[in-house]
């Protein structure tokens, strides 16, 4: 009766083991956006070997075949854990004093329309960026759905400081993020007729040359005859409008290489292009001023920013702009002047408010009073010298808890939509052309959020262990 007992402990143990790692399996498979027969098909057989070749025979194997890892097995384990998450948010948004919300909508490859939702607020004295839902939605529905969502889950709007979105008109904001202000400069709608035209016989070469296998190895086995440090063209799209300034780079540089191309390819009016010296002015100002247009939307990208940052870098560009309009004065050209002057304009009508901004930061009497305390603490200036703006502020709370608050409700502010962008990157790769019938939501909850982990013991401890046969 004691063998049978031990034997019925060592197997209740067992299981309760395997049905731990199905969950560990299942969270790993989730967070690298992978299919759900991997668990089954790879994993398992995988580590099967690994611990064969490690420890031969001192190691039962078959006890890894008990860790239940079938498909439908880990898509439920995928479900439970990503409702256990976000049971934890809501409840930390409950308890927060405020949060922010960022909000973009695109279509995935069912041409369903998703919604998703990004969350920042505080908890436990760090700032915390987390992914919220994804929604299926039109462009009509898209408060009612936010709406129901606060309802469903007892969040209250009053606790919503900020809304950042993009430039969409369906998310029906007064002007663009700045993401699509700096889009906008990128795809050149204010580019005069000539510099368009440059811009348009860059297309049709880079055309000519990716149209087909053939012409690109032609191409390739020109360049590198010619001595050139980069034998392969980048792909210019409408849709990729960062890779403007990179292929315009790449062009100017193998312009030899490009005449020499075209040529042989009879492409003589083409040709005559890369020999004008006008005509490669301009492709060197385009290249140049696209090239720092990407630069400035690639340090606007990123987790954890916030508008203060955002604003310096653009103001900072700003400047840039009026200052390469003096120092090329009358050796620059009327198309080159024109062009920078109309980017100065579009940049400074976006911020054409932020001479007034100093009115959205006055103080009440005893914020004032907190401040001149704040300005005069040596141990709160060394804090805000070696710790970044929301860290400092979070350690305001206390001592001056009226001017932390005001603070935080500018810091919780998203300034770009740059999640939401990354989170359609995971959805058009969880489902794609061979998954388009996967419901993603379970999958990109663990997939997109950081800083919550499932609580897997609370998890196991509601089934009862189920090994796999």
Known sequence: QKLSQTTSLERTGLQRLALKCSYQVALRIAQKKQPYTLGEDSILPSATDMCKTMYGNDIDINKLKTVPLSDTTIARRIDEMASDVRVQLIEKLRLADAFALQLDESTDVSKDTQLLAFVRFVDQNEMQEEFLFPERTTSAEIFKVIDAFFRENYISWAKCVALCTDGARAMAGLKSGLIALVRDSLVAKDMSAELSDVMDSVVKVVNIVKKSALQTRLFSNLCAAEGEEHTRLLYHSEVRWLSRGTVLARVLELRTSFREFLLLQKRTELAALFS??????????????????????????????????????????????????????????????????????????????????????????????????????????????????????????????????????????????????????????????????????????????????????????????????
Request: charged share 25%; net charge positive.
């Open 276 to 469: 004008d010296n006008v005509w490669i002015t301009k492709l060197a100002y385009l290249a140049d001023i696209f090239a720092k247009l990407n630069k400035l939307c690639s340090s606007m990208q990123g987790r954890n920013t916030h508008a203060f940052q955002l604003f310096d870098r653009m103001e900072g560009f700003v400047k840039k702009i009026r200052k390469w309009k003096e120092f090329c004065g009358a050796l620059a050209s009327r198309n080159t002047l024109a062009h920078l002057e109309a980017l100065h304009g579009q940049f400074r009508n976006y911020f054409s408010e932020a001479d007034n901004a100093a009115d959205g930061a006055r103080l009440a009497v005893t914020e004032e009073d907190q401040l001149i305390e704040l300005s005069t603490d040596s141990t709160y200036r060394n804090i805000y010298e070696t710790k970044p703006l929301t860290q400092f502020w979070i350690s305001c709370q206390k001592d001056f808890p009226q001017l932390a608050a005001k603070a935080m409700m500018s810091l919780l502010s998203f300034a770009t939509t740059y999640l939401c962008e990354s989170g359609f990157s995971s959805l058009t790769y969880l489902k794609n052309k061979y998954r388009s019938r996967l419901q993603p939501e379970a999958d990109m909850t663990l997939c997109l959020t950081t800083s919550i982990r499932p609580r897997l013991d609370k998890l196991c401890a509601t089934h009862q262990g189920q090994t796999s046969h």
